[in-house]
Protein backbone atom coordinates (compact mmCIF):
# COMPACT_ATOMS: atom_id res chain seq x y z
CA UNK A 1 0.00 0.00 0.00
CA UNK A 2 1.54 2.94 -1.25
CA UNK A 3 1.24 6.47 0.73
CA UNK A 4 -1.19 7.94 -1.59
CA UNK A 5 -3.51 5.68 -0.56
CA UNK A 6 -3.60 6.77 2.87
CA UNK A 7 -4.32 10.33 1.35
CA UNK A 8 -7.14 9.33 -0.85
CA UNK A 9 -8.30 7.32 2.75
CA UNK A 10 -8.06 11.12 4.08
CA UNK A 11 -10.38 12.16 1.23
CA UNK A 12 -12.97 9.88 1.74
CA UNK A 13 -12.95 10.64 5.39
CA UNK A 14 -12.98 14.67 4.82
CA UNK A 15 -15.70 14.25 2.14
CA UNK A 16 -17.97 12.36 4.29
CA UNK A 17 -17.38 14.33 7.35
CA UNK A 18 -18.17 17.84 5.77
CA UNK A 19 -21.28 16.46 4.56
CA UNK A 20 -22.23 15.17 8.17
CA UNK A 21 -21.45 18.92 9.68
CA UNK A 22 -23.14 20.71 6.48
CA UNK A 23 -26.53 18.63 6.97
CA UNK A 24 -26.57 18.78 10.77
CA UNK A 25 -25.92 22.27 10.73
CA UNK A 26 -23.18 21.42 13.74
CA UNK A 27 -25.81 21.00 15.87
CA UNK A 28 -28.32 18.56 15.11
CA UNK A 29 -27.98 14.87 15.50
CA UNK A 30 -27.76 12.59 12.12
CA UNK A 31 -31.01 10.98 12.23
CA UNK A 32 -34.33 11.51 11.15
CA UNK A 33 -36.98 12.74 13.79
CA UNK A 34 -39.02 9.65 12.77
CA UNK A 35 -37.43 6.53 12.08
CA UNK A 36 -34.07 6.90 13.41
CA UNK A 37 -35.43 8.49 16.85
CA UNK A 38 -38.09 6.17 17.79
CA UNK A 39 -36.75 2.38 16.36
CA UNK A 40 -32.85 2.80 15.70
CA UNK A 41 -31.65 4.27 19.23
CA UNK A 42 -34.87 2.84 20.86
CA UNK A 43 -34.88 -0.42 19.83
CA UNK A 44 -30.94 -1.33 19.74
CA UNK A 45 -30.72 0.04 23.40
CA UNK A 46 -33.61 -2.27 24.45
CA UNK A 47 -31.59 -5.28 23.19
CA UNK A 48 -29.23 -3.72 25.33
CA UNK A 49 -30.51 -3.19 28.94
CA UNK A 50 -32.25 -6.61 28.43
CA UNK A 51 -28.93 -8.31 27.94
CA UNK A 52 -27.65 -6.10 30.88
CA UNK A 53 -30.93 -7.21 33.14
CA UNK A 54 -31.20 -11.45 32.13
CA UNK A 55 -27.75 -11.64 31.17
CA UNK A 56 -28.73 -13.59 28.21
CA UNK A 57 -27.51 -12.50 24.90
CA UNK A 58 -30.56 -14.22 23.07
CA UNK A 59 -33.66 -14.09 25.74
CA UNK A 60 -36.75 -16.13 24.87
CA UNK A 61 -39.00 -13.28 25.45
CA UNK A 62 -39.42 -9.57 25.52
CA UNK A 63 -41.65 -8.91 28.58
CA UNK A 64 -41.96 -5.07 27.99
CA UNK A 65 -42.11 -4.14 24.43
CA UNK A 66 -45.39 -3.69 23.16
CA UNK A 67 -47.34 -5.54 25.64
CA UNK A 68 -44.56 -8.52 25.80
CA UNK A 69 -43.74 -10.59 22.69
CA UNK A 70 -41.21 -13.02 20.93
CA UNK A 71 -37.68 -11.46 21.01
CA UNK A 72 -37.18 -12.31 17.46
CA UNK A 73 -40.23 -9.71 16.34
CA UNK A 74 -37.53 -7.29 16.37
CA UNK A 75 -34.95 -9.36 14.52
CA UNK A 76 -35.00 -6.65 11.59
CA UNK A 77 -33.79 -3.65 14.10
CA UNK A 78 -30.42 -5.31 14.21
CA UNK A 79 -30.73 -8.33 17.04
CA UNK A 80 -27.56 -10.13 17.01
CA UNK A 81 -26.02 -7.58 14.95
CA UNK A 82 -22.06 -7.28 14.73
CA UNK A 83 -22.77 -3.63 14.46
CA UNK A 84 -25.06 -3.47 17.92
CA UNK A 85 -23.32 -6.44 20.07
CA UNK A 86 -20.34 -4.21 20.50
CA UNK A 87 -22.42 -1.32 22.22
CA UNK A 88 -22.84 -3.52 25.30
CA UNK A 89 -19.41 -3.29 26.13
CA UNK A 90 -20.47 0.51 26.47
CA UNK A 91 -22.48 0.69 28.90
CA UNK A 92 -21.66 4.35 29.53
CA UNK A 93 -21.76 5.39 26.10
CA UNK A 94 -25.55 6.50 25.22
CA UNK A 95 -27.29 4.98 22.23
CA UNK A 96 -27.44 8.25 20.00
CA UNK A 97 -24.00 9.17 20.60
CA UNK A 98 -23.15 5.15 19.33
CA UNK A 99 -25.02 4.99 16.81
CA UNK A 100 -23.89 8.61 15.27
CA UNK A 101 -20.46 7.35 15.29
CA UNK A 102 -21.24 4.16 14.07
CA UNK A 103 -23.31 5.28 11.48
CA UNK A 104 -20.22 7.83 10.21
CA UNK A 105 -17.97 4.46 10.25
CA UNK A 106 -19.96 2.53 8.14
CA UNK A 107 -20.06 5.29 5.60
CA UNK A 108 -16.32 5.86 5.87
CA UNK A 109 -15.46 1.75 5.98
CA UNK A 110 -17.87 1.59 2.46
CA UNK A 111 -15.96 4.15 0.75
CA UNK A 112 -12.80 2.94 2.20
CA UNK A 113 -13.12 -0.98 0.94
CA UNK A 114 -14.75 0.74 -1.94
CA UNK A 115 -11.88 2.08 -2.90
CA UNK A 116 -9.58 -0.68 -2.53
CA UNK A 117 -12.06 -2.92 -4.00
CA UNK A 118 -11.94 -0.72 -7.30
CA UNK A 119 -8.06 -0.60 -7.00
CA UNK A 120 -7.56 -4.28 -6.70
CA UNK A 121 -9.07 -4.73 -10.29
CA UNK A 122 -6.16 -2.95 -11.72
CA UNK A 123 -7.83 0.39 -12.28
CA UNK A 124 -5.50 3.70 -11.19
CA UNK A 125 -5.83 5.25 -7.98
CA UNK A 126 -7.36 8.45 -9.67
CA UNK A 127 -10.20 6.64 -11.02
CA UNK A 128 -10.62 4.69 -7.79
CA UNK A 129 -10.91 7.75 -6.10
CA UNK A 130 -13.31 9.28 -8.60
CA UNK A 131 -15.48 6.59 -8.12
CA UNK A 132 -15.27 5.77 -4.22
CA UNK A 133 -16.18 9.34 -3.88
CA UNK A 134 -19.21 9.08 -5.88
CA UNK A 135 -20.36 5.82 -4.18
CA UNK A 136 -19.93 7.26 -0.67
CA UNK A 137 -22.07 10.00 -2.25
CA UNK A 138 -24.91 8.44 -3.83
CA UNK A 139 -28.45 9.21 -2.99
CA UNK A 140 -29.28 5.89 -0.93
CA UNK A 141 -26.02 5.82 0.92
CA UNK A 142 -26.10 8.49 3.19
CA UNK A 143 -29.34 9.39 3.25
CA UNK A 144 -30.73 6.28 4.39
CA UNK A 145 -27.82 6.21 7.35
CA UNK A 146 -30.21 9.01 9.32
CA UNK A 147 -33.17 7.19 7.88
CA UNK A 148 -33.85 3.46 7.42
CA UNK A 149 -30.15 2.13 8.58
CA UNK A 150 -30.45 -1.52 7.97
CA UNK A 151 -31.51 -0.22 4.17
CA UNK A 152 -27.47 0.03 3.86
CA UNK A 153 -25.66 -0.81 7.21
CA UNK A 154 -24.82 -4.09 5.88
CA UNK A 155 -22.66 -1.99 2.79
CA UNK A 156 -19.11 -2.99 4.03
CA UNK A 157 -20.00 -6.55 4.34
CA UNK A 158 -21.12 -6.89 1.01
CA UNK A 159 -17.99 -5.13 -0.30
CA UNK A 160 -15.99 -7.64 1.62
CA UNK A 161 -18.08 -10.57 -0.11
CA UNK A 162 -17.01 -8.77 -3.39
CA UNK A 163 -13.41 -8.87 -2.61
CA UNK A 164 -13.48 -12.74 -1.39
CA UNK A 165 -14.98 -13.51 -5.05
CA UNK A 166 -12.29 -11.78 -6.38
CA UNK A 167 -9.87 -13.70 -3.38
CA UNK A 168 -11.84 -16.96 -4.83
CA UNK A 169 -10.53 -16.57 -8.45
CA UNK A 170 -6.97 -15.23 -7.77
CA UNK A 171 -5.89 -17.50 -5.15
CA UNK A 172 -8.82 -19.80 -4.46
CA UNK A 173 -9.39 -19.03 -1.03
CA UNK A 174 -13.45 -18.70 0.28
CA UNK A 175 -12.74 -17.89 4.36
CA UNK A 176 -13.21 -14.23 3.14
CA UNK A 177 -16.67 -14.84 1.34
CA UNK A 178 -17.52 -16.40 3.90
CA UNK A 179 -17.64 -14.70 6.61
CA UNK A 180 -19.00 -11.02 4.93
CA UNK A 181 -22.12 -13.16 3.83
CA UNK A 182 -22.30 -13.98 7.59
CA UNK A 183 -21.82 -10.70 8.52
CA UNK A 184 -23.87 -9.39 6.42
CA UNK A 185 -26.57 -11.41 7.35
CA UNK A 186 -26.43 -10.84 10.45
CA UNK A 187 -26.54 -7.26 9.89
CA UNK A 188 -29.64 -6.95 7.93
CA UNK A 189 -30.58 -10.31 6.88
CA UNK A 190 -33.89 -8.74 5.01
CA UNK A 191 -31.38 -6.94 2.73
CA UNK A 192 -28.75 -9.26 2.79
CA UNK A 193 -30.96 -10.94 -0.44
CA UNK A 194 -30.33 -8.65 -2.14
CA UNK A 195 -26.61 -8.83 -1.55
CA UNK A 196 -26.07 -12.42 -1.97
CA UNK A 197 -27.75 -11.84 -5.89
CA UNK A 198 -25.39 -9.46 -6.26
CA UNK A 199 -22.36 -11.43 -4.78
CA UNK A 200 -24.08 -14.45 -7.56
CA UNK A 201 -24.18 -12.11 -10.23
CA UNK A 202 -20.38 -10.53 -10.07
CA UNK A 203 -19.30 -14.53 -9.78
CA UNK A 204 -20.71 -15.15 -13.00
CA UNK A 205 -19.13 -11.93 -14.02
CA UNK A 206 -15.84 -12.88 -13.13
CA UNK A 207 -16.51 -16.39 -13.92
CA UNK A 208 -16.99 -15.51 -17.97
CA UNK A 209 -14.02 -12.92 -17.87
CA UNK A 210 -11.72 -15.88 -17.23
CA UNK A 211 -10.95 -17.37 -20.96
CA UNK A 212 -9.56 -20.26 -19.21
CA UNK A 213 -13.21 -21.51 -18.06
CA UNK A 214 -14.39 -23.17 -20.35
CA UNK A 215 -17.23 -26.34 -20.64
CA UNK A 216 -20.27 -26.73 -19.51
CA UNK A 217 -19.58 -29.23 -16.87
CA UNK A 218 -16.64 -27.79 -15.53
CA UNK A 219 -19.34 -24.61 -15.16
CA UNK A 220 -21.62 -26.54 -13.51
CA UNK A 221 -19.35 -28.17 -11.21
CA UNK A 222 -17.48 -24.36 -10.20
CA UNK A 223 -21.07 -23.36 -9.47
CA UNK A 224 -22.18 -25.81 -7.37
CA UNK A 225 -18.90 -25.54 -5.41
CA UNK A 226 -19.88 -21.52 -5.11
CA UNK A 227 -23.61 -22.26 -3.93
CA UNK A 228 -22.06 -24.52 -1.19
CA UNK A 229 -19.68 -21.53 -0.28
CA UNK A 230 -23.22 -19.42 0.16
CA UNK A 231 -25.05 -22.05 1.87
CA UNK A 232 -22.23 -22.39 4.78
CA UNK A 233 -22.62 -18.93 5.86
CA UNK A 234 -26.50 -19.09 5.98
CA UNK A 235 -26.42 -21.99 7.89
CA UNK A 236 -24.16 -20.51 10.36
CA UNK A 237 -26.64 -17.49 10.59
CA UNK A 238 -29.37 -19.86 11.37
CA UNK A 239 -29.50 -19.38 14.92
CA UNK A 240 -30.81 -15.45 13.62
CA UNK A 241 -32.72 -17.04 10.56
CA UNK A 242 -34.96 -19.93 11.76
CA UNK A 243 -36.00 -18.38 14.75
CA UNK A 244 -37.24 -15.32 13.33
CA UNK A 245 -38.27 -17.19 9.78
CA UNK A 246 -40.47 -18.85 11.94
CA UNK A 247 -42.05 -15.81 14.09
CA UNK A 248 -42.58 -13.89 10.99
CA UNK A 249 -44.48 -17.09 9.60
CA UNK A 250 -46.58 -17.48 12.27
CA UNK A 251 -47.35 -13.66 12.77
CA UNK A 252 -48.17 -13.05 8.99
CA UNK A 253 -52.18 -13.61 8.16
CA UNK A 254 -53.58 -14.02 4.87
CA UNK A 255 -53.50 -11.80 2.83
CA UNK A 256 -54.76 -10.66 -1.22
CA UNK A 257 -52.71 -9.04 -3.74
CA UNK A 258 -54.13 -7.15 -6.76
CA UNK A 259 -50.71 -7.64 -8.06
CA UNK A 260 -51.24 -9.72 -11.10
CA UNK A 261 -48.39 -12.55 -12.10
CA UNK A 262 -48.54 -11.35 -15.79
CA UNK A 263 -48.07 -7.55 -14.99
CA UNK A 264 -44.84 -8.66 -13.19
CA UNK A 265 -43.54 -10.48 -16.17
CA UNK A 266 -44.17 -7.25 -18.56
CA UNK A 267 -40.95 -5.48 -18.39
CA UNK A 268 -40.97 -2.16 -17.06
CA UNK A 269 -37.79 0.25 -18.36
CA UNK A 270 -38.55 2.89 -15.78
CA UNK A 271 -34.49 3.41 -15.20
CA UNK A 272 -35.23 6.40 -12.82
CA UNK A 273 -37.13 4.88 -10.12
CA UNK A 274 -34.52 1.99 -10.38
CA UNK A 275 -31.08 4.62 -10.07
CA UNK A 276 -32.36 7.87 -9.23
CA UNK A 277 -33.60 8.88 -5.97
CA UNK A 278 -32.60 7.79 -1.91
CA UNK A 279 -34.64 4.71 -2.14
CA UNK A 280 -33.14 3.37 -5.27
CA UNK A 281 -29.35 2.37 -6.00
CA UNK A 282 -28.95 6.16 -5.94
CA UNK A 283 -26.22 6.70 -8.47
CA UNK A 284 -28.34 8.58 -11.02
CA UNK A 285 -28.13 8.57 -14.15
CA UNK A 286 -24.52 8.00 -14.61
CA UNK A 287 -25.13 4.23 -12.86
CA UNK A 288 -27.81 3.95 -15.72
CA UNK A 289 -25.48 5.20 -18.86
CA UNK A 290 -22.50 2.77 -17.11
CA UNK A 291 -24.79 -0.22 -17.60
CA UNK A 292 -25.58 0.79 -21.14
CA UNK A 293 -22.12 0.81 -21.69
CA UNK A 294 -21.53 -2.59 -21.19
CA UNK A 295 -24.24 -3.55 -24.18
CA UNK A 296 -22.04 -0.94 -25.92
CA UNK A 297 -18.30 -2.31 -25.50
CA UNK A 298 -19.71 -5.90 -26.98
CA UNK A 299 -17.83 -7.74 -24.71
CA UNK A 300 -18.86 -10.98 -23.74
CA UNK A 301 -18.36 -10.76 -20.02
CA UNK A 302 -20.01 -6.93 -20.18
CA UNK A 303 -22.84 -8.28 -21.98
CA UNK A 304 -23.65 -11.32 -19.55
CA UNK A 305 -23.60 -8.87 -17.18
CA UNK A 306 -25.28 -6.38 -18.85
CA UNK A 307 -27.79 -8.68 -19.49
CA UNK A 308 -28.29 -10.29 -16.15
CA UNK A 309 -28.14 -6.94 -14.16
CA UNK A 310 -31.38 -5.50 -17.12
CA UNK A 311 -33.56 -9.30 -16.13
CA UNK A 312 -33.32 -8.27 -12.37
CA UNK A 313 -33.73 -4.66 -12.81
CA UNK A 314 -36.60 -4.40 -15.33
CA UNK A 315 -38.92 -7.68 -14.64
CA UNK A 316 -40.84 -6.49 -11.67
CA UNK A 317 -41.02 -10.15 -10.55
CA UNK A 318 -37.54 -10.13 -9.23
CA UNK A 319 -38.57 -6.96 -7.69
CA UNK A 320 -41.19 -8.12 -5.94
CA UNK A 321 -39.47 -11.39 -4.95
CA UNK A 322 -36.53 -9.20 -3.47
CA UNK A 323 -39.45 -7.48 -1.49
CA UNK A 324 -40.36 -10.67 0.06
CA UNK A 325 -43.80 -10.50 -2.25
CA UNK A 326 -45.12 -7.81 -0.38
CA UNK A 327 -44.59 -4.71 -2.86
CA UNK A 328 -43.12 -3.25 -5.18
CA UNK A 329 -40.46 -0.89 -4.38
CA UNK A 330 -36.90 -0.32 -5.84
CA UNK A 331 -35.04 0.04 -2.40
CA UNK A 332 -34.63 -3.40 -2.74
CA UNK A 333 -31.99 -2.34 -5.43
CA UNK A 334 -30.42 -0.97 -3.01
CA UNK A 335 -27.60 -3.49 -2.23
CA UNK A 336 -26.70 -3.48 -6.19
CA UNK A 337 -24.61 0.12 -5.26
CA UNK A 338 -21.21 -1.38 -5.01
CA UNK A 339 -21.73 -3.02 -8.79
CA UNK A 340 -23.29 -0.05 -10.30
CA UNK A 341 -20.38 1.35 -8.74
CA UNK A 342 -17.66 -0.99 -10.45
CA UNK A 343 -19.38 -0.15 -13.89
CA UNK A 344 -19.31 3.61 -13.38
CA UNK A 345 -15.39 3.05 -12.71
CA UNK A 346 -15.53 0.43 -15.82
CA UNK A 347 -17.23 3.39 -18.10
CA UNK A 348 -14.65 6.27 -16.81
CA UNK A 349 -11.39 4.16 -17.09
CA UNK A 350 -12.65 2.99 -20.85
CA UNK A 351 -12.98 7.08 -21.04
CA UNK A 352 -9.59 7.80 -20.31
CA UNK A 353 -7.96 5.31 -21.98
CA UNK A 354 -9.78 6.40 -25.27
CA UNK A 355 -11.82 3.02 -25.69
CA UNK A 356 -14.71 4.57 -26.71
CA UNK A 357 -15.78 6.76 -29.53
CA UNK A 358 -17.59 9.34 -27.55
CA UNK A 359 -19.82 11.07 -30.43
CA UNK A 360 -20.88 7.90 -31.40
CA UNK A 361 -21.78 6.47 -27.47
CA UNK A 362 -23.48 9.88 -27.60
CA UNK A 363 -25.97 9.34 -29.95
CA UNK A 364 -26.52 5.88 -28.53
CA UNK A 365 -27.42 6.69 -25.24
CA UNK A 366 -29.84 9.39 -26.33
CA UNK A 367 -31.25 7.14 -28.49
CA UNK A 368 -31.92 4.58 -26.08
CA UNK A 369 -33.35 7.13 -23.68
CA UNK A 370 -35.95 8.86 -26.15
CA UNK A 371 -37.07 4.74 -27.09
CA UNK A 372 -37.61 4.46 -22.69
CA UNK A 373 -39.03 8.12 -22.71
CA UNK A 374 -42.56 6.42 -22.18
CA UNK A 375 -41.39 4.61 -18.87
CA UNK A 376 -39.51 7.69 -17.62
CA UNK A 377 -40.85 11.04 -17.61
CA UNK A 378 -39.07 12.59 -14.78
CA UNK A 379 -37.70 15.87 -16.53
CA UNK A 380 -34.77 16.48 -13.69
CA UNK A 381 -32.90 12.89 -14.61
CA UNK A 382 -32.57 14.31 -17.96
CA UNK A 383 -31.24 17.14 -16.64
CA UNK A 384 -28.31 15.31 -15.45
CA UNK A 385 -28.00 13.49 -18.91
CA UNK A 386 -27.76 16.30 -20.15
CA UNK A 387 -25.24 17.46 -17.61
CA UNK A 388 -22.86 14.18 -18.36
CA UNK A 389 -23.24 14.47 -22.26
CA UNK A 390 -21.66 18.15 -22.03
CA UNK A 391 -18.97 16.89 -20.30
CA UNK A 392 -18.50 14.12 -22.53
CA UNK A 393 -18.22 16.59 -25.48
CA UNK A 394 -15.54 19.15 -23.45
CA UNK A 395 -13.30 15.76 -22.51
CA UNK A 396 -13.39 15.15 -25.92
CA UNK A 397 -12.50 18.30 -26.98
CA UNK A 398 -9.57 18.93 -24.82
CA UNK A 399 -8.73 15.59 -23.49
CA UNK A 400 -8.09 16.67 -20.04
CA UNK A 401 -8.57 13.69 -17.33
CA UNK A 402 -9.92 16.33 -14.50
CA UNK A 403 -13.07 17.46 -16.62
CA UNK A 404 -14.14 14.44 -16.06
CA UNK A 405 -13.40 13.48 -12.62
CA UNK A 406 -13.99 17.32 -10.95
CA UNK A 407 -17.37 17.42 -12.70
CA UNK A 408 -18.71 13.73 -11.83
CA UNK A 409 -17.20 14.25 -8.35
CA UNK A 410 -19.21 18.27 -8.02
CA UNK A 411 -22.37 16.32 -9.75
CA UNK A 412 -22.46 13.95 -6.62
CA UNK A 413 -21.91 16.15 -4.07
CA UNK A 414 -24.61 18.44 -5.31
CA UNK A 415 -27.31 15.55 -5.79
CA UNK A 416 -26.13 13.83 -2.24
CA UNK A 417 -26.92 17.84 -0.79
CA UNK A 418 -29.78 18.14 -2.02
CA UNK A 419 -31.58 14.71 -1.22
CA UNK A 420 -30.12 14.64 2.53
CA UNK A 421 -31.53 18.63 3.19
CA UNK A 422 -35.18 17.24 2.28
CA UNK A 423 -34.62 15.20 5.65
CA UNK A 424 -35.86 16.48 9.49
CA UNK A 425 -33.08 16.12 11.36
CA UNK A 426 -33.44 15.48 15.29
CA UNK A 427 -32.37 18.88 17.51
CA UNK A 428 -30.19 17.94 20.30
CA UNK A 429 -32.34 19.64 22.38
CA UNK A 430 -35.29 17.31 21.48
CA UNK A 431 -33.39 14.24 21.90
CA UNK A 432 -32.23 15.06 25.24
CA UNK A 433 -35.60 16.05 26.35
CA UNK A 434 -36.79 12.39 25.55
CA UNK A 435 -33.92 10.65 27.38
CA UNK A 436 -34.28 12.83 30.25
CA UNK A 437 -37.68 12.41 30.57
CA UNK A 438 -37.37 8.80 29.80
CA UNK A 439 -34.79 8.17 32.80
CA UNK A 440 -36.74 11.02 35.44
CA UNK A 441 -40.11 8.90 34.59
CA UNK A 442 -38.42 5.27 35.49
CA UNK A 443 -36.43 7.15 38.49
CA UNK A 444 -39.26 9.55 39.91
CA UNK A 445 -41.49 6.00 39.79
CA UNK A 446 -39.17 4.24 41.32
CA UNK A 447 -38.62 6.63 44.41
CA UNK A 448 -41.94 6.71 44.68
CA UNK A 449 -42.55 3.47 45.46
CA UNK A 450 -39.65 2.71 47.51
CA UNK A 451 -40.06 5.88 49.83
CA UNK A 452 -41.69 5.06 53.13
CA UNK A 453 -41.93 9.01 54.78
CA UNK A 454 -42.63 11.79 52.17
CA UNK A 455 -44.47 14.66 52.95
CA UNK A 456 -47.37 15.19 51.28
CA UNK A 457 -46.71 18.29 49.42
CA UNK A 458 -43.67 16.74 48.10
CA UNK A 459 -45.31 13.37 46.81
CA UNK A 460 -47.52 16.01 45.04
CA UNK A 461 -45.02 17.79 43.47
CA UNK A 462 -43.49 14.26 42.50
CA UNK A 463 -46.06 13.25 40.80
CA UNK A 464 -47.54 16.68 38.90
CA UNK A 465 -43.91 16.21 37.36
CA UNK A 466 -44.29 12.85 36.45
CA UNK A 467 -47.65 13.80 34.43
CA UNK A 468 -45.56 16.74 32.75
CA UNK A 469 -42.76 14.02 31.68
CA UNK A 470 -45.76 11.45 30.66
CA UNK A 471 -47.46 14.13 28.82
CA UNK A 472 -44.58 14.92 26.50
CA UNK A 473 -43.22 11.50 26.14
CA UNK A 474 -46.68 10.98 24.56
CA UNK A 475 -46.16 13.87 22.58
CA UNK A 476 -43.19 12.30 20.70
CA UNK A 477 -44.77 8.79 20.35
CA UNK A 478 -48.25 9.92 19.03
CA UNK A 479 -46.06 12.15 16.48
CA UNK A 480 -43.99 8.87 15.42
CA UNK A 481 -47.49 6.63 15.25
CA UNK A 482 -49.19 9.59 13.05
CA UNK A 483 -46.03 9.28 10.57
CA UNK A 484 -46.48 5.58 10.63
CA UNK A 485 -50.20 5.85 10.65
CA UNK A 486 -49.98 7.80 7.43
CA UNK A 487 -47.40 5.36 5.23
CA UNK A 488 -49.75 2.33 6.34
CA UNK A 489 -52.35 4.20 5.27
CA UNK A 490 -50.63 5.05 1.83
CA UNK A 491 -49.30 1.29 1.65
CA UNK A 492 -52.93 0.31 2.41
CA UNK A 493 -54.18 2.46 -0.64
CA UNK A 494 -51.75 1.26 -2.69
CA UNK A 495 -52.28 -2.76 -2.64
CA UNK A 496 -55.92 -1.96 -4.13
CA UNK A 497 -54.40 -0.51 -6.73
CA UNK A 498 -52.18 -1.81 -10.07
CA UNK A 499 -48.50 -1.72 -9.71
CA UNK A 500 -46.53 1.52 -9.71
CA UNK A 501 -43.32 2.33 -10.48
CA UNK A 502 -42.95 5.90 -9.98
CA UNK A 503 -43.17 6.69 -6.20
CA UNK A 504 -43.11 4.84 -2.85
CA UNK A 505 -46.18 4.79 -1.42
CA UNK A 506 -49.28 5.19 -3.74
CA UNK A 507 -50.14 4.34 -6.84
CA UNK A 508 -52.08 7.64 -8.28
CA UNK A 509 -49.00 9.70 -8.57
CA UNK A 510 -49.99 13.50 -9.54
CA UNK A 511 -50.59 15.41 -6.11
CA UNK A 512 -51.97 12.41 -4.57
CA UNK A 513 -52.96 12.78 -0.63
CA UNK A 514 -53.99 9.86 1.06
CA UNK A 515 -57.00 11.84 2.79
CA UNK A 516 -58.33 12.23 -0.34
CA UNK A 517 -59.54 8.33 -0.48
CA UNK A 518 -60.46 8.04 2.74
CA UNK A 519 -64.24 7.00 3.50
Not at 51 to 70: A, D, E, M, R, V
Request: glycine share 6%; net charge neutral.
Amino acid sequence: MKKKDYYNYMILTGIVFVIYMILTHFTNVFGSDTDWINQHTIIPDYFRQLFYKTGNLIPSFSFNYGGGQNIFNLSYYGFLSPIILPSYLLPFVSMKTYMTVVDFIIVVSSGILFYKWILSNKYDRNISLVTSVIFVLSESLIFQMHRHVMFVNYMPFLIMGLMGVDKLFNNNKKSLLIISIFLMIMTSYYYSVGGIVVIGIYYLYRYFSDDSKQGIKLFAKDLGKFILYILIPVLMAGVLLIPTMSTLLSGRGSSESAIKLTSLLVPNFNFHKIFCGNYTIGLSMLGFISLLYLFYSKKKNNVILGILLSIVFFIPIFMYILNGGLYLRAKCFIPFAPLIGYLIALFINDIINNKIDIKKFIIYILFVCILLYYFNQKQYCYLYLIFICLILILYNKFKYKNIIYISLCLGAFGICLYTNFTEDYVSKDMYNEIVIAGKLIVKLNQFLEEATEMPTELKSEISDTLDFLRDRARYYQQSYREEIAYQDAMETHCNGLPPCYECEYNCNCENMDIYDYEE
